[in-house]
């Protein structure tokens, strides 16, 4: 299993390449699963359909979260319990068709990688306060959100 790693001697478009290769790799592996797979159960307890919803919820997260530190340094970001979110049941994780959910993944993930493409590399230190996790700056949200699909697609297909 390979991580992207942030590294000082990237640049902005370095990083937004990591972005977008990570997105591509998350939406091939969705794209090449089958009606039959989506609810297999794995040992981490999620199924496949379930972790596509919880990436679209994670990604509109990230959508605001990036926009927040981007326009309102020093601001709260807000966490969330992913858990609570997955066994909700009017979210419906387990039942729900992944049709909205991968709009919701492709939209926000194109928008904030267009974002990383017009930023000036300045931007990267703007910090906020994360409510579970402390400081958290751009490139720790870069750091976050190029690994997090790479880490459910393992997932995914460790449960296959």
């Known amino acids: ?64 979260r990036l926009r927040r530190l981007i326009a309102e340094p020093g601001s709260i970001i807000q966490g969330y319990d992913e858990a609570i979110w997955a066994e909700n049941p009017t979210l419906n994780y387990k039942n729900q068709s992944i049709e909205s959910a991968i709009a919701v993944i492709k939209s ?14 300045t931007l990267l230190s703007n910090k906020g306060m994360h409510t ?14 190029i690994k997090h699909p790479i880490e459910h697609s393992n997932q995914i297909r460790k449960i296959l």
């Open 108 to 121: 926000v993930r194109q928008s904030s990688y267009e974002l990383l493409l017009r930023m000036d590399e």
């Open 1 to 64: 299993m390979q991580f992207f790693v942030i590294r000082t001697d990237f640049e902005l478009k370095d990083y937004a390449t990591k972005y977008l290769e990570a997105t591509n790799t998350l939406l091939d592996l969705i794209n090449s699963l089958k009606e039959t797979q989506l609810d297999l159960s794995g040992s981490e307890g999620w199924t496949p359909r379930q972790v596509i919803h919880h990436l679209a919820d994670s990604e509109a997260q990230s959508y605001a």
């Open 132 to 145: 579970e996790r402390g400081e958290y700056s751009i490139l720790k949200w870069l750091e976050t959100y």
